[in-house]
């Protein structure tokens, strides 16, 4: 039966404990989320020894059905101050999965004495194993040597130089199937977290793991594989996500003016066509060579949204490029080049710092004028910058708030600390209610509404899309599977009987469900602990105060509409 | 009847309206935490329209009792995100005293086509001038051509580069009776919310202002002749806070460990005599020229704990220099030499920033790596890099809070995003309180207690010492009096009788006493309502971790013990 994994760091050893009963449903966000509520003092600095950092997979990591092994990562956040998980696809909750590890708890520090290290886990155990020699390294080099010292089936979870830094939009990498180290719990500067506890990665290896018993395995395949043909005959998973991949949400924003440009100051870029989901297909098609259109993140997606961007010669530029990138690094700091924008996406990666607030920052940045909207150079070297601790460099790294506390910039499109993502709040209002209103912060995967067959524009419904779209999440979220299955399974109850498969246990949706909405109460318990309320769950001023001229609107929900979303 | 004078600044216009009843009892501190929360949605973006500027006297301002004209500056700070008061000595007051006008409320902002500009008040009522020439200048150079433009007995209320740039420890400076431009309401970012309304100085110009018609101007002018009598006859008054200042304070934190020494690491300065108040007294007499160990900043103080600091020519290096300065931007930064610190702290006027904050930010950005301890030329070029807008200066100027979080440095001592000042709160436990629980944020004048004759390194009782403090404070900054006056008068009740025998009222001790305390419950409720809680009341995560080695002491409060204080 699957455990947790207790990491001790100051006395560098572990410890495990067997789930029992209703906990072999628990996984992903519902168990970052109590392990965090339960363990963590809210008032703590999140960036002390009191903070936790948890990895954990749903019920279905380490098997190979399709989208089920993303890895949640939690901790209280330094960027939001709140609760915070981020969850990323990569292999790591696959192999934590197939060693019968449900979640690792990381808790207390390394000693000043250690020095940076590595924590391994696998079959034996877990190790402790000193990397004073890959500090300062960036993300891919230090993935590469990791994978020379174990092997590259190894799966890891590293930072890059702004976690080092402690830089508080620090994201950790996961790698992907092929080793590339670019699938990442960017949100909330979790890489800090893992940083102040003086780890630079985790290195989980499942080489020697024991075959899985089922408990009833010819059930569980056969399931497996009514979930594959689900996902191959859903037509939006194979004509749109396959195809283009996130990225084709481009159209859908700039369509009703929600696309942020240039600092979320309109809603429709007028290069929008370049960066928009056909010319990336139709560029990587073109260019061939590590080109790929479609990509699986995880072991058994079939949904396989993912991509890699090649440059002229075929060479790859960057995997994956994502809708939120291009609309945070492209259009929204007037950025309107695809080569260009992959080019940002890699320093990123690189540097180990989130997109979505480095572009939400950099856009701040140039609209304080430090340089004009588009310069790429700008955006680049103050990316690559993160890697010398340049100031402005850690500013931008600090995220958009911080960003634009310093330069004195009034239109700062943050929500608890953390930058929106690339929906506009007043154009798609359903995710504008969920930015104000998620304890995550401004979070579009807290529960996003842009593919709604609704009036965008309007206010009437929104606050129950949003709430439905959260508990929605929260529900994924806690399943620890792809949102982009979601849409592709018709009944829910599948996912259940899988678990029940594998288990032999007998849960059912509707406890699922219970977790989940009580995995939001647990959020949100923690941050009213750590003084974050419903005064907090509310959109930036400006975004009441001036209309975006593409969708004509304002975000203008009163306080007791967004209280009522989980009032 | 004294009266409130209403500037919009959208409209240019400007309106009275004259006080009544219980009214003219109200000034200072408790006039602006009012109006604050009275006009002031307590979540609006404080250097956004919403917010309100705020200037207030107390009732005996314009008068000639001593120490009785310091004015009040109030706003929601975009430093603590909750009320702010920070009061100063100067002219202002007086002048608008003699004007008959309590309190001036600025609203809403100058449009963008208006530039720049100065308020303008005197007797005929409210000028609006276009200032954009000033923009950019220091504030000695804005103040000297100033003075050039509305005569030398114009009094001046003015910001500095900091302000212009909208950083968050931005002040306002206030010119005194020679002119210098050197009495701040630094707390809190005052100066930011200023530059936010367009406004780079006000100018108050009592000139034409009416010879006052006191109720009963021999009852008044033997009060004040009693009040003089009775600063004249205190000790500490006449032998330590005129000779020596506020500097006197440093042998008594020196002696107890609660000197800030390099980033609040210690207790005790090696170099403490070199920078203390002897050294400073005998220099001053010493360099001669202009230099003077007592200096009165406001008309009629007989206090006059004010000094004129020269150089070795005996040109004026700063005036006034005082404890707080000597502590952040001297021990705190490992800078051991009264000259270094002078030249600091007048940088640091003519930025118009905050000694408190930009003192203990340098100290943080120094822990980070980014000079050693001691380098006077670092703080020189970052305080005065603010005037290009340099970047890392820009940081500084955003305080200790953002500057530690930028820097990734875990010992950031801030409460509420305001540095805390020249105490260490492991060491004067009180004032730790204090610190931890005013609405004010990390601030010794919002009750202080170094000099109560206390064991205090010990827990016990201080909470009742912090919440006396904190109610006595709020009386004397409610009656717009100095701090300094609060010890020198055996018997409060000659201020109320001094108010009625003004205007011909009948005020009570007690009904000035309820006013203050009712200012802490107001402040408390406007922060509440800005999603500041109990929950923030509390001090930094290392000053509970970390011993301070010559105080032996930590900061050992529980949440209860805080929570009582105002419970």
Known sequence: ????????????????????????????????????????????????????????????????????????????????????????????????????????????????????????????????????????????????????????????????????????????????????????????????????????????????????????????????????????????????????????????????????????????????????????????????????????????????????????NGHTLVTPLEYEAIGLLGSNCGIGDLDDIARLNYYCNDMGVDTIDIGAAIAVAMEAGLAPFGDVGFAQKVITGIAEGDILSRLIGSGVEVTGKVLGVYRTPSIKGQALAAYDPRAIKGTGVTYATSPQGGDHTAGNTPRLQIKQHEKEGQVGHSRNAQQGMAFIDSLGICMMLGGAIKDQNILLSLINARFGSSFTLDEAKKIAMETLAVERKFNAEAGISTVHDRAPEFFYEEVNPDSNSVFDFTVEELASVHG
Chains 1, 2 share one sequence.
């Open 1 to 312: 039966m699957p455990h947790i994994l207790r990491i001790s760091l100051a006395s560098k050893t572990s410890a495990q404990r067997e789930l029992k009963g209703l906990e072999l449903l628990l996984g992903g966000r519902a168990l970052t989320a109590r392990i965090v509520q339960d363990e963590v003092p809210a008032t703590c600095n999140a960036l002390g020894r009191h903070n936790r950092l948890v990895f954990a997979g749903g019920a279905l990591a380490g098997t190979l059905v399709s989208s089920v092994n993303r890895l949640s990562i939690g901790a209280k956040s330094p960027l939001t101050g709140g609760s915070k998980e981020s969850n990323a696809g990569g292999v790591v909750a696959y192999k934590l999965g197939r060693l019968g590890i449900r979640a690792v708890i990381f808790e207390d520090r390394l000693s000043k004495e250690d020095g940076w290290m590595v924590v391994r886990i696998d079959a034996k155990g877990v190790s402790f194993l000193p990397a004073a020699d890959l500090a300062g390294l960036g993300v891919y080099e230090k993935a590469k040597r990791l994978f020379e010292r174990h092997g590259k089936d190894a799966g890891l979870a590293l930072i890059g130089p702004a976690g080092e830094q402690h830089l508080i939009c620090a994201g950790v990498a996961v790698t992907d199937p092929e080793g590339a180290p670019t699938r990442y719990s960017g949100r909330g500067g979790l890489g800090a977290v893992m940083a102040s506890k003086g780890i630079l990665a985790v290195v989980v290896d499942d080489s020697q793991a024991p075959k899985e018993e089922f408990a009833d395995r010819n059930t569980f395949m056969a399931l497996q594989k009514q979930v594959a043909e689900s996902v191959n005959a859903t037509p939006i998973t194979c004509e749109v996500f396959r195809k283009y991949g996130t990225a084709s949400m481009l159209n859908v924003t700039n369509n009703v003016g929600a696309l942020p440009v240039r600092n979320f100051s309109r809603g429709v870029f007028e290069r929008a066509r370049e960066i928009g989901p056909e010319t990336l297909h139709d560029t990587i098609v073109a260019r061939g060579g590590e080109g790929r259109v479609s990509h699986a993140c995880m072991r058994g997606c079939l949904v396989q949204c993912s991509n890699v961007y090649p440059d002229a």
